[in-house]
């Protein structure tokens, strides 16, 4: 077979670079996530050879495999039609494709599932239009436009919808059409924690595993996906720790890919030690239907309501992530620095952890003791 590798330019302070691309053990490409575009390399008649590759691995893959078959023919004498005309066109379907094959190797599932559904709802929308470079400024409008009149939120959900056809066309190579459609103001919420009081009737409603899960999301403020494929392995109990790590036998990756440690307390490490294991099953919380599998995300919202139908709270009110959020707010309270809570929680951004620096009812409460001086 003829050699074709594959290289990358990256673009630096001084111009374009050519770099290679990372192998593991076996030899295999790791795929990076990152701006660049790909090329390919072969030597002809003696001299090397270079072409422009696309910029996602599925275009790289395929450039090197059209070259491989190409000179692989001309080395046996034979001809093959198709290989040495360039398709000027870019099909919007297969660029979808393409993209969606990388968001899916390099990101979460729910993100996979976002983008899908997203980009494939895009391309319906401006169809009779199949070519990525027809598109227009205008017809992003318009789609937004179209979402907007379906009831979906400017500041949430078209937001997320502008960013997430800004990645696709920027990941293209051609000239943006979504640069030129005014970027939508970001409505955030602020975070919610529950009282102590809440919480109180919370956990005095809760069994055995229960009280176990629901600690633990408090005391730690961990993810949904980081409780659902937590390992016993995981827990230092000794020294009072939990070590959130990735777990490829479920894809899962903590989110920003990083692996962090978050301290608890004794009294935590308590009710964990006292907490069921289930045989042959390294899973902490594994589904009570299926023991060796994972806990459904549905399983964890319904329970968490449950819980709080029986402490006769508004159930509306209660969603599991909101533990997190009580966490964190509990943290600072405290008066443990910003940077250390930042650290704990696993944000990427200081800003996305100092919006939980929020006043607490019970601090507002002391401005009626404050009395004008006159």
């Given amino acids: 077979m003829a050699r074709v590798n594959i290289t990358k330019q990256i673009k630096t302070a001084h111009g374009w670079r050519n770099v290679a691309l990372t ?22 008649n003696g001299r090397r050879q270079r072409a422009a590759a696309g910029v996602t691995p599925a275009e790289a893959l395929e450039a090197q495999k059209r070259k491989r078959l190409e000179l692989g023919a001309k080395e046996s004498g034979l001809e093959i039609s198709g290989l040495e005309e ?12 393409n993209f969606l094959k990388d968001v899916r190797t390099f990101r979460k599932p729910l993100t996979h599932q976002k983008y899908e559904y997203v980009l494939e709802l895009f ?8 070519d990525a470079r027809l598109v227009s400024p205008e017809d992003i ?97 000794a020294h009072r720790r939990v070590h959130v790590r990735a777990k490829p036998q479920y894809a899962f990756l903590p989110k920003d890919w990083e692996e962090r440690t978050v301290p608890f307390s004794k009294e935590l490490a308590e009710i964990l030690k006292k907490h069921s294991r289930t045989e042959k099953c390294p899973l902490v ?43 964190a707010t509990r943290w600072l309270r405290a008066g443990i620095d910003v940077r250390t809570v930042q650290e704990w929680l696993g944000h990427e ?12 009812k019970e601090t507002e409460k002391q401005l009626e003791d404050m009395k004008l001086p006159f």
Avoid at 201 to 216: G, T, V
Avoid at 291 to 314: E, G, I, T, W, Y
Wanted: proline residues 6%; positive net charge; glycine residues 4%.
């Fill in 141 to 237: 409008k318009k789609f937004l436009a179209w979402r907007k009149s379906k009831g979906m939120d400017p500041g949430t959900t078209l937001y997320t919808d502008r960013v997430i056809l800004h990645n696709f066309f920027n990941k293209l190579g051609i000239d943006n059409p979504v640069k030129k459609v005014p970027r939508l103001p970001k409505f955030r919420k602020r975070p919610v924690a529950y009282t102590d009081a809440e919480l109180q009737r919370f956990f005095a409603k809760c069994d055995d595993w229960e009280r176990a899960f629901f600690s633990l999301v408090l005391a730690t403020g961990l993810r949904r996906g980081e409780l659902q494929t937590l390992h016993w392995s995981d827990f230092d109990l």
């Fill in 86 to 97: 360039e398709d000027e066109s870019l099909p919007l379907q297969k660029a979808v494709e």
């Fill in 123 to 130: 391309a319906e929308h401006v169809s009779p239009k199949s």
């Fill in 349 to 360: 951004s200081l800003a996305t952890t100092q919006k939980y620096l929020e006043p607490s």
């Fill in 23 to 44: 192998r593991d053990a076996r030899h295999r490409i790791k795929w990076t996530v990152g701006s660049g575009r790909y090329i390919i390399e072969w030597r002809e």
């Fill in 285 to 327: 919380f594994p589904s009570v239907l299926f023991p060796s599998r994972l806990s459904s995300p549905s399983f964890l919202h319904d329970l968490c309501k449950a819980v709080a139908k029986r402490a006769r709270l508004d159930e509306k009110e209660w969603h599991l992530h909101r533990f997190r959020d009580t966490a």
